[in-house]
């Protein structure tokens, strides 16, 4: 069975880090591209970030440029964000998504060319 579980959320000061993990199982995950989205309440869902099937390209919002790192180790069926300082306005659930279809490109992080979402996991940035 095809599943995505996120990990790693919590709470945080500002300036604060957190590592986001995405557990893959049922499916080739080196055969997809992985993205990070986050939706906070009232609020659409937003692209974060997108990593390709094996890694060699990734994109991020302009939000989150430069502060969060998205990596993944195929062999450990696991997609990380790395999310150093953090911010107020980061706080949502974050939710990991695998592209539709095989080797689909990060070119573009709109949530509807992801599918399979996890559950999501709660990050709170607050002092």
């Known amino acids: 069975q095809l599943q995505l579980v996120e990990s790693g959320g919590g709470l945080v000061q500002p300036g604060g880090s957190l590592r986001l993990s995405c557990a893959a199982s049922?499916?080739?995950?080196?055969?997809?591209?992985i993205g990070w989205f986050r939706q906070a309440p009232g609020k659409d869902r937003e692209g974060v970030s997108c990593i390709s099937h094996r890694g060699g390209y990734t994109n991020y919002a302009g939000s989150v440029k430069g502060r969060f790192t998205i990596s993944r180790d195929n062999a450990k069926k696991t997609v990380y964000l790395q999310m150093n300082s953090l911010k107020p306005e980061d706080t949502a659930v974050y939710y990991c998504?695998?592209?539709?279809?095989?080797?689909?490109?990060?070119?573009?992080?709109?949530?509807?060319?992801?599918?399979?979402w996890g559950q999501g996991t709660q990050v709170t940035v607050s002092s």
């Open positions: 049922g499916f080739t995950l080196d055969d997809y591209a």
């Open positions: 998504a695998r592209r539709s279809v095989k080797y689909g490109s990060c070119g573009s992080l709109h949530h509807s060319l992801f599918g399979s």
